[in-house]
């Protein structure tokens, strides 16, 4: 896994000091030894959606895919435990986790793009980014009975638990998608963002 990915979840910079970044090598690579991500998807011809950047997304599109990948509770026990014993070292596995059900979404979705090689995907989008609200959460998580299948829980404020796990849309057209909403240059905060003033970015 791409440590500066860690790094960068953790708010540390690249450059940090060398004890710093061997720490968060072996805890990533600790990490990754004992858990890895587990997904579901389903793929619908249609799905109702609410807010302008769901719109925008799947106008051209056939079918929608709905994924959820998930770390598990093995990952909320794990962090636990590290929280228990030193909150430096959590920090840096917290960030860890972030990243690595994040590799777990890209791989699920290169699964999806294997198994439909004719469709074109769009840009993978979640609960919480854009106007689409966190209140579609158990919805996703229903129709892809990730309850059974992951364990995953929505709580009652649209929470997802275990904490590592990411619901997400991704459309699939017969054409290429130009509409685009990831990256600094799609996004409706880009001239206020703070991590872009500073010269960073955030996971999308």
Known sequence: MDIS???RYAGVAPDADESLVQRTEQITQ???????????????????????????????????????????????????AMQARDMSDAL??????????EEGCDAAQREIAARFPQAHL?????PGYGDLPLSVQPM?????????????????TFLLNPVKTVTAVIGLSDRPQQARIR??????????????????????
Not at 122 to 126: A, H, L, V
Not at 194 to 200: A, F, I, V
């Open 140 to 156: 996703l998580c229903d129709l892809t009975d990730a309850q059974r299948r992951l364990g995953v829980h929505v709580t009652d």
């Open 30 to 80: 600790e990490l990754c030894n004992a858990i890895s991500p587990r997904w579901v998807w389903r793929v619908f011809p249609s799905i109702d959606l609410p807010g302008q950047t769901a719109q925008t997304m799947l106008t051209d599109c056939h079918s929608v895919c709905i994924l959820v990948c998930t770390l598990g509770a093995a990952f909320d026990a794990r962090l636990r």
């Open 5 to 7: 990915e860690v790094l």
């Open 122 to 126: 769009t840009d993978r989008f979640s």
């Open 183 to 204: 990256g600094c240059a799609y996004c409706s905060l880009r001239e206020s963002c703070s991590l872009r003033k500073g010269g960073k970015r955030c996971a999308l």
């Open 92 to 101: 840096l596995l917290n960030a860890a986790g972030s990243a690595l059900v």
